[in-house]
């Protein structure tokens, strides 16, 4: 087969099975459903395929029925990158917000997913699946070629207790010590998220975001007690736990991250 563009594929598609040239793939459910009814994909055609380990192949629709469909690798797109070890730490919102936020964090490159239970988080519980779904759909058509880990929902002090001081915490800390004054507080005010980030390391890394009613004054007091934690302000305006997450990452990825075009994979 002549070399094709991953680009120029219709279809991408992951697939939690090893590839390798002339790898059968057998779909069912939902992947077979959305190949062959809803794109229309016939006997011959090609589709993207990635699991994480194995690089990006091109594979073929070798034959399908109504409830299944089968592809057989043929060649490789392109070889394994990884992204930058960022993980994202974030209080889970409402349903469809935190649909967004997975799928907006995994095309902004993080590799790892946690939800928190902070003093003020509101949210009890969250639907592993439908995230893990969420992030799949977001791995698809953003020509990345893994899809983020996603831990389980613990609380702000289990995670804190148990944490690798290697790993730095970028703590978005927009209350201050004094509500009064301007980007919430001089006194123990974070700086710039740019400003603060241009003095760091790459190295791992991970990015803290709190509730939309924001840290208690205890877990701000705790948290700037430890030495492996950045405090960082994202700006003057208040934003959505949502948006956080987006200026958060952004600026991560262009000071420390891969947006440099520097970072190895």
Not at 164 to 177: H, I, N, Q, V, W
Request: contains cysteine.
């Amino acid at each position: 087969m002549p070399n094709v563009d991953f680009r120029s594929l219709k279809v991408r598609l992951y697939v939690d099975v090893p590839l390798g040239v002339d790898r059968r793939l057998e779909l069912s459910g939902g992947q077979a459903h959305y190949l062959t009814h809803v794109m229309r994909l016939g006997v011959g055609s090609s589709v993207a395929v990635f699991n994480g380990r194995d690089g990006e192949w091109c594979a073929v629709v070798e034959n399908k029925d109504k409830r299944s469909c089968v592809l057989r690798a043929v060649s490789c797109l392109r070889t394994q990158t990884g992204v930058p070890d960022l993980w994202l730490l974030f209080a889970p919102v409402k349903r469809s917000a935190l649909s967004y936020l997975v799928q907006k964090a995994t095309e902004l490159g993080s590799s790892r997913l946690k939800p928190i239970r902070t003093t003020r988080t509101v949210v009890a519980r969250v639907n592993e699946a439908r995230l893990h779904a969420n992030m799949v759909e977001a791995a698809e058509q953003s020509g990345r070629m893994c899809v983020p880990d996603l831990m389980p929902f613990d609380d702000l002090g289990t995670v804190l207790e148990s944490w690798d001081g290697a790993r730095k915490l970028m703590f978005c800390d927009e209350s201050g010590d004094d509500s009064s004054a301007p980007w919430g507080g001089r006194r123990g005010r974070a700086g710039p998220v740019g400003q603060v980030l241009a003095r760091e390391d790459p190295g791992p890394w991970a990015i803290l975001l709190g509730p939309e009613g924001g840290f208690s004054a205890e877990e701000r007091r705790q948290l700037r007690s430890l030495p492996y934690v950045v405090p960082v302000s994202l700006g003057p305006r208040i934003m959505r736990a949502d948006t956080a997450a987006f200026a958060a990452l952004s600026v991560w990825q262009s000071v420390l991250g891969d947006w440099q075009g520097q970072w190895p994979p």
